[in-house]
């Protein structure tokens, strides 16, 4: 990365949990993801921050897919794309408000309320929950003496779910509140993790997207110019950003019996961590995979997983990247980063920036 104003204040790669990998390479990444008969989905990938499981993530078909049809009509791209007007019009607010030669944290002030607010539009919630959702900052949970801490989530959680069975409402925790499975009501844990899952799964993934994005553009003048001037190619330069970020790095899962991972031998039972990112760094399916390449297509990349696990709010990603890029490009075109302060995460043959803690943004006059 280049630019005059750019400063980058390192940190040590991410620690992940001491969990084995299970797959490496593209091929083996993809199987893996969709061979839930092999590596499962059954379990609470987060039990030290939460007593329930996240519906429909950690579930396997055919239970899954009853589920995930609770949620899924929010996702559905018809309904994101009639969307995009009211979710354009919160990235063309906080643009505005920029000032020419002023530094701005984007991270807490550009792109974390730009995924908030996007988030109540899709979901039909007030201010005061836009408000108590940026109180959290780019984590769901907190860190308390060291340890995560969801306690407020969970009372957040409780609290909606129960207004929603007294008086559901035309939005997603009504829709939860009055699904059934089997002909039978949700349980509360089931509503519980359904409710987490929206909240909590699009909420830093895609700060860590638009941040990422604006990092290199912001560092590389070359791109910057090329996308101001072609914004049609927004789109594919997204695909690349979301490659070479992988927001999600990887997903618990279990084996369901012994299987062999490389040289190792995984047993039965025993969890371990899908990983997304070494298959979106294969040499034998990117080329140059370490270097952004804008235009780069095709782009097969695993960033929303794959097979029937894939991310469900993927359209509402895409969508709240591309109109965040595509007003900054339109409305402040000339920037640069001023400092940055990134975690980094080791991949195949070199490392990439995986979370942004901070980064300063600098619109030119």
Known sequence: MTGETYVDRMREPEEYPELLPLAASYEEVREA?????????SLNGQPHIRPYRQFPLEVDPPEHSKY????????ERPRIVALEPEIRAVAHELIDQIHPGQPVEMVANLALPMVIRALAVVFGRSED?????????????????GRPDATHLQEYLARVIDESIAAPGDDVFGRIATASVDGRP???????????????????????????????????????TRLAAEPDLIP????????????????????VHDVVVGET???????GRLPFYPANFDPTVFNDPLQIRIDRQPNPHLAFGHGPHACIGAHLAR???RVFLEELLTRAPDFGISQADVRWLDVPGGRV?????SLHLLVRD
């Open 33 to 41: 993801a969709r061979d839930w008969r092999v590596l499962s989905s």
């Open 68 to 75: 995930r049809s609770i949620i899924g009509p929010v996702f």
């Open 129 to 145: 929950d836009v408000a108590t959702w940026l109180s959290w900052g780019t984590q769901v949970f907190l860190l308390r003496d």
């Open 186 to 224: 949700l349980t509360r844990n089931e509503m519980i993790g359904l409710a987490d899952l929206v909240l909590a799964g699009g909420r830093d993934t895609v700060v860590n997207l638009i941040a990422g994005a604006v990092w290199h553009l912001g560092s590389n003048e070359a791109d910057r």
């Open 236 to 255: 594919i330069a997204l695909e690349e950003f979301l490659r070479y970020l992988s927001p999600l790095p990887d997903i618990p899962r279990v084996a």
């Open 265 to 271: 031998v995984v047993r039965a039972g025993q969890p």
């Open 319 to 321: 969508l709240e990247g």
């Open 353 to 357: 920036p995986h979370r942004f803690e």
